[in-house]
């Protein structure tokens, strides 16, 4: 018998399993074939070691046919084994010849009758021939004996710790299924391993055959994948990835590198194998490439997808942009769309740990679940993400309403893929529903527990202790004087009950606290569906929310009200004071008892006469006469009594606002108490008691920066990180931040000279803010127009201690007309401001009309805030 077959494989240099062609449906038909009157030595097993120079010779023959069409002749059978014996012939070569003139192979004895066959001569010959070369076996070192190991001696952990990611040379030398090969790796030392390798990332169907007491088991597909394998990787040379240990603790799974590309990608695309997602996550180089296969091979229906039905589109709102409202859980947040709609969204495939309830030793057991809450908290509230529903689930039992599941992105990060990766969250696994990003949260999860990050950790799990401050009176009683001593303190806004009212967390102290803004009167919300709302209640509320729910604020504690709750300022961003906000928007009114006691009572009427003046929200339908009214009635029947004082301007602002020091008795009082302050501190000790900490409000003596000269000054912050103190310099108006070695209790025989320094502001103008256009160069005019000057200030009003004044340079004019309030309007930069009581008496009205009409010029010339044109309100005039 004759004929041409592929080479399949090669058991020892001296037997070939040949393969006929593909059949449809079924792997081709193989025979194994003994060349006839050589013999080469055998390779061993587990219980036998290699004859010297098997696995060379093995190795020789492997390279010259596996994979090679050859010709066959079929000499005899075997009876009692059913094994053929005959010859190979390569390009016509006879391959027993070629094996044993390279030494591959010796001559068998053979019967006589065979002794002068014409390939028997031959053979004889070519076997002198490497005799005498000392070819292969016939060579005279001890090369030829390998060391191989059958199974792995020790732990497969071990194993995989010492060798994995590195890319060994390997034999595959059986296929079992089409993911399961067993392969002779060759180690860094020299010696040979032979393991069962499950290839990372997929599953072919599978093949059990064979085993006693189990029926056996042929998935579809499972023949066609496995030789799908055989013809590309079966005894050829590779590289082997191992990457982890299967479940089990002793199947070691890897990835397979041929020249020709990588098989587990290869079979996926072609519909023989499925994504294993359970070992995806090690795959090296990462998941998408065998993902990308897999949705290739579902498209076009391949095999074992051949009945794949895609799932139905999903609509048109599945992928929008949002502002995070609120986040509920380390896993739920809520967001707030760009139309104002606000729409509950889980995380695609996360789980975040759970609150556990129990109490031990005062400690509440917290598990993860705060950690992954403020994880969330800190890196999305009130930030702009991308959201993508990935998929919704059904109501049930625990969850009423569809579950919207999404992936939300800050910028190009994925946020439950970082929860992950900490340790904060289990990924959720599923067949079904899944994430875009499903790989990559397996690979996070796997590379935490790796890490040991987060709940993956051996450290025993975080506890925490809230302490609530405002659970009564006579308990916040006992906090206030330590949250006063403080100044301002870092807080997070837990919960929003109406515009002025607050839950917060203190992180610092470890406390809870009801928060309740001073010097406001804000309209209350609704609690319950039953329950009406305020006239714009709701709205406050809402505006607050926006701006605060969740957020870092300092706060300032006052003094506390009946049932316990705080009072003080609060400031978002280190400088937006909170209730001013409120006041703007024409969302609150102000408290008049617990205004006048804030240190900011300025900027909270300042913010209440702006709303009154733009009519906003409650102040909508009021009638402007009737504010007009709220005012002190102006006496037309009467000469205004207006109130000329000497001063100089010692502190600037911005352009319009400024401090001012009154020339009188007092100023010389001022040096010399100065001049007595150095004294003191100089022969005295200049170091501060022990404990001693300035409370906010206090006045202190403190070493001014620029000069290292003591001043008095009155505490406006305590900033705790960096030991430092903010401070106002009382008798001048300027301010700024000092270390506490620069502050010292200000002895009592320095506080009996009132305080220099007064706040103004200009009357009749609106002067840009230094961060505003042409503010700054409004700040510089009105400097060189004061800077140095003894200067008159006519007090057109006081009000909350800010004095409105209209101020005159007597060197340059004795003109009531030409003050520096209209130097600035005439330059183009100020605008005109007329809704004052002042500048509605008739005594006034020359002065009004010097305003508008240097108005009028600034416009005509397009000079700086009018280069582009009238500007201005005309209500504003």
Same mark, same amino acid.
């Given at each position: ?219 579809? /597909?499972?023949? #066609? +994948? &496995?030789? %799908?394998?055989?013809? =590309? !990787?079966?005894?050829?040379? $590779?590289? *082997? ?126 598990? /993860?679940?705060? #950690? +992954? &809450?403020? %994880?969330?908290?800190? =890196? !999305?509230?009130?930030?702009? $993400?991308? *959201? ?126 009801? /928060? ?362």
């Amino acid at each position: 018998m004759s004929g041409k077959a592929t080479v399949k494989s090669v058991l020892s240099a001296d037997m070939v399993v040949l393969s006929g062609r593909p059949r449809p449906g079924a792997p081709p038909a193989t025979r194994t074939l003994g060349l006839n009157y050589i013999q080469a030595p055998k390779l061993g097993n587990k219980d036998r070691d290699d004859e010297p120079f098997a696995f060379a010779a093995r190795n020789y023959l492997r390279k010259l046919l596996v994979g090679k069409e050859v010709m066959f002749r079929v000499d005899y059978t075997v009876p009692s084994t059913g094994r053929e014996y005959g010859a190979l012939y390569l390009n016509q070569e006879n391959v027993a010849h070629t094996l044993v003139r390279e030494g591959w192979a010796d001559v068998r004895e053979v019967r006589a009758s065979d002794a002068e066959n014409v390939d028997v001569e031959a053979l004889y010959s070519y076997k002198a021939e490497a005799q005498a070369a000392k070819r292969g076996i016939w060579a005279d070192n001890e090369s030829g004996v390998r060391k191989a190991h059958y199974n792995l001696e020790g732990d497969a952990e071990v194993f995989l710790e010492k060798y994995k990611g590195q890319h060994l040379p390997a034999i595959i030398e059986n296929i079992r299924d089409g993911s399961t090969v067993r392969a002779c790796l060759t180690l860094p030392n020299g010696e040979y391993q032979y393991i069962t390798l499950m290839i990372s990332g997929i599953r072919a169907p599978m093949i059990r055959q064979g085993i006693a007491n189990t029926e056996d088991v042929v998935e579809p /597909f499972a023949e #066609e +994948a &496995k030789f %799908f394998v055989e013809s =590309r !990787l079966l005894q050829r040379e $590779v590289r *082997v990835i191992l990457e982890l240990v299967g479940q089990n603790g002793n199947n070691l799974f890897g990835s397979i590198i041929h020249p020709a590309g990588n098989i587990a990608e290869a079979l996926v695309s072609q519909g023989l194998a499925k994504v294993a997602d359970w070992s995806i996550t090690h795959v090296t180089g990462g998941p998408t490439v065998l993902r990308e296969a897999e949705r290739k091979a579902q498209a076009s229906k391949l095999r074992l997808w051949q009945d794949h039905v895609d799932k139905a589109k999903k609509g048109a709102d599945h992928e929008f942009d949002a502002t995070v409202a609120r986040v509920m859980t380390g896993d739920t947040i809520i967001v707030r769309t760009s139309k104002g709609q606000e729409r509950k969204l889980r995380l695609s495939n996360i789980k975040a740990p759970t609150r556990l309830a129990q109490q031990q030793k005062g400690f509440e057991i917290a598990s /993860f679940d705060y #950690e +992954a &809450k403020e %994880f969330l908290r800190k =890196r !999305l509230i009130g930030k702009n $993400v991308h *959201v993508t529903v990935d998929y919704v689930k059904p109501p049930s039992d625990q969850f009423p309403e569809p579950t919207h599941c999404a992936t939300v992105k800050v910028g190009e990060i994925n946020v439950g893929e970082q929860l992950v990766l900490k340790g904060l969250a289990d990924v959720i696994k599923s067949r079904e529903d899944r994430s875009q990003f499903y790989d990559q949260l397996l690979v996070a999860e796997a590379k935490a527990k790796e890490e040991g990050k987060g709940k993956h950790s051996a450290k025993e799990p975080p506890k925490y202790k809230w302490s609530d401050a405002s659970e009564n009176a006579a308990k916040a009683k006992q906090f206030l004087p330590h949250f006063q001593r403080g100044g301002r303190t870092t807080a997070i806004v837990e919960y929003v009950a109406n515009g002025s009212r607050f839950k917060l967390i203190i992180p610092k102290e470890s406390s809870k606290i009801t /928060f309740v803004l001073g010097g406001v009167r804000c309209p209350r919300a609704a609690r319950t569906a039953s329950e009406k709302s305020e006239p714009f209640g709701a709205e406050a509320l809402d505006f607050i929310s926006r701006r605060c729910q969740q957020r870092e604020v300092e706060i300032e504690i006052e003094s506390l009200d009946k049932t316990g709750g705080f009072i003080g300022t609060m400031w978002l961003h280190k400088t937006e004071n909170v209730a001013a906000q409120l006041l703007e928007e024409g969302l609150a009114s102000i408290h008049s008892y617990s205004a006048e006691q804030s240190k900011y009572s300025n900027q909270l009427y300042a913010a209440e006469r702006a709303a009154k003046e733009d009519r906003k929200n409650i102040w909508a339908n009021v009638d402007p006469n009737a504010l007009a009214q709220e005012e002190e009635e102006v006496d037309t029947s009467k000469p205004i009594k207006k109130e000329y004082l000497d001063i100089v301007v010692s502190e600037i602002v911005s352009g319009g606002h400024f401090y001012v020091q009154i020339i009188n008795q007092n100023i010389e009082g001022l040096e010399k108490l100065m001049s007595e302050l150095g004294i003191h501190h100089k022969q005295g000790s200049t170091s501060a008691p022990e404990n001693w900490k300035p409370r906010v409000g206090e006045i202190i003596s403190a070493k001014f920066t620029e000069d290292n000269q003591w001043y008095r000054a009155k505490v406006i912050r305590n900033v705790t990180e960096s030991k430092s103190v903010e401070v106002l310099y009382v008798d001048y108006g300027n301010a700024e931040t000092i270390p506490l070695s620069r502050a010292l209790p200000l002895p009592s025989q320095f506080s009996k000279l009132p305080q220099q320094a007064q706040e103004a502001v200009l009357s009749y103008v609106k002067v840009p803010e230094i961060k505003d256009d042409f503010g700054l160069e409004a700040a510089n005019r009105f400097r060189d127009m004061v800077s140095g000057r003894q200067l008159v200030g006519v007090v057109e009003q006081r009000e909350h201690s800010v004095m409105h004044l209209t101020l005159y340079d007597p060197a340059i004019s004795q003109d009531p007309d030409r003050s520096l309030n209209v130097e600035l309007v005439r330059d183009g930069l100020a605008t005109v401001f007329l809704k004052t009581r002042y500048a509605r008496h008739p005594g006034n009205q020359s002065m009004v009309a010097k305003f508008q009409e240097s108005t009028a010029l600034a416009k005509r010339e397009r000079l700086n805030l009018f280069e582009y044109g009238d500007n201005t309100a005309d209500d504003d005039i």
